[in-house]
């Protein structure tokens, strides 16, 4: 079984990002992997590391939260409980973008 692409490269590691991995967008509007945004935050922290970790850790949370939603969804059948899972994946993603600014901010991960 072959693996689905994006539409998108990471702009940290310029390598294509495929479905299956985890992934968040910058406030630059490019779309980088978890694991290279990650790696890069840790190396170039403004702040403790402990501190930085705890919130990386956070945002791979949220997007795992994000992908169990995706696959989640299309298994409920009533309408009430779909919105319900739509609304938290929602959250999830609200979440997500806000950590990844976090990450930014306290990092030098986009220079």
Avoid: G
């Avoid at 994000?66 to 609200?94: C, G, H, N, S």
Wanted: charged share 35%; proline share 2%.
């Amino acid at each position: 079984m072959s693996r689905a692409p994006t539409k998108w490269k990471c702009d940290l590691c310029n390598n294509a990002i495929y479905w299956d991995e985890l992934f968040t967008y910058t406030s630059k509007k490019n779309v980088v992997h978890f694991n290279c945004f990650k790696d890069k935050a840790l190396k170039t922290t403004k702040i403790d590391e402990k501190q930085i970790r705890t919130i990386v850790d956070s945002l791979e949370d949220e997007l795992k939260m994000i992908t169990l939603y995706k696959q989640r969804i299309p298994l409920v059948t009533d309408e009430e409980v779909k919105k319900f899972m739509e609304q938290a994946e929602k959250d999830a993603e609200k979440n997500s973008a806000m950590l990844t600014r976090a990450v930014e901010k306290l990092s030098r991960v986009l220079e």
